[in-house]
């Protein structure tokens, strides 16, 4: 099971900075992509970021390329999202979830998915 974890509070002021983290129960993150995906209502689910252990990938999303980075600990099977100079477009439900072995851009391809964490940004 993949779940997620929000630390430093849900709501931040635009221009801050938040961390998610990831953790598996029951997967070896070395066999799956971990991704975070996120999605606000009327809009498709979008993957912002994915790290794959398989062939050392990482993928950031443009939108965030340059304020976000996804980094792993493997002694603690955890997945983490660093989130700088947010924006109030970055408003959203976040999930981490696990596809298998590569990262993909289609959230459909993703099995494994955490409950989500709502991150609020204002200005």
């Known amino acids: 099971e993949v779940s997620c974890r929000r630390l430093g509070g849900g709501l931040v002021q635009t221009g801050g900075s938040l961390r998610l983290s990831c953790a598996a129960s029951?997967?070896?993150?070395?066999?799956?992509?971990i991704g975070w995906l996120r999605q606000v209502p009327g809009k498709e689910r979008e993957v912002v970021s994915c790290?794959?252990?398989?062939?050392?990938?990482?993928y950031y999303a443009d939108s965030v390329k340059g304020r976000f980075t996804i980094s792993d600990d493997n002694a603690k099977n955890q997945v983490y999202l660093q989130m700088n100079n947010l924006k109030p477009d970055d408003t959203a439900v976040y999930y981490c979830?696990?596809?298998?072995?590569?990262?993909?851009?289609?959230?459909?391809?993703?099995?494994?998915w955490g409950p989500g964490t709502l991150v609020t940004v204002s200005s």
């Open positions: 029951g997967l070896t993150f070395d066999d799956y992509a």
């Open positions: 979830a696990a596809a298998a072995v590569f990262c993909t851009l289609s959230p459909q391809e993703y099995d494994y």
């Open positions: 790290i794959s252990r398989s062939d050392n990938t990482k």
